[in-house]
């Protein structure tokens, strides 16, 4: 069993920069890798990127490729997701999850995701 709690959204201007964290509990050990997801209203859940635990090896979409980086701290259990450059159609409702597939950006393939954290970029 794993818990996730997302934090550090919120209201940000373009071009500004923000940072989100992933607190992970319970079971992580058994899991290779987390990811990052969003999801704008009416739209199909996005892969953002991914990480894995042991190495620290991320893969990124070319959406975000350049803007966003990813990174853990594993003695906390704890993965960021820094967001720079910030755009109005970053904004969404961000999510973080476990997989046991290295490297995945599939959905389907992420077992345990949070409750997520709601980004707003204003123009």
């Known amino acids: 069993q794993v818990q996730l709690v997302e934090s550090g959204g919120g209201l940000v201007q373009g071009g500004g920069s923000l940072r989100l964290s992933c607190a992970a509990s319970g079971r992580t050990f058994s899991s290779a890798a987390m990811g990052w997801f969003r999801q704008a209203p009416g739209k199909e859940r996005e892969y953002i990127g991914c990480i894995s635990w042991s190495g620290g090896s991320t893969r990124y979409a070319d959406s975000v490729k350049g803007r966003f980086t990813i990174s853990r701290d594993n003695a906390k259990n704890t993965v960021y997701l820094q967001m720079n450059s910030l755009k109005p159609e970053d904004t969404a409702v961000y999510y973080c999850?476990?997989?046991?597939?290295?490297?995945?950006?599939?959905?389907?393939?992420?077992?345990?995701w949070g409750q997520g954290t709601q980004v707003t970029v204003s123009s």
């Open positions: 999850a476990t997989t046991n597939t290295w490297p995945s950006g599939a959905t389907y393939e992420y077992d345990y």
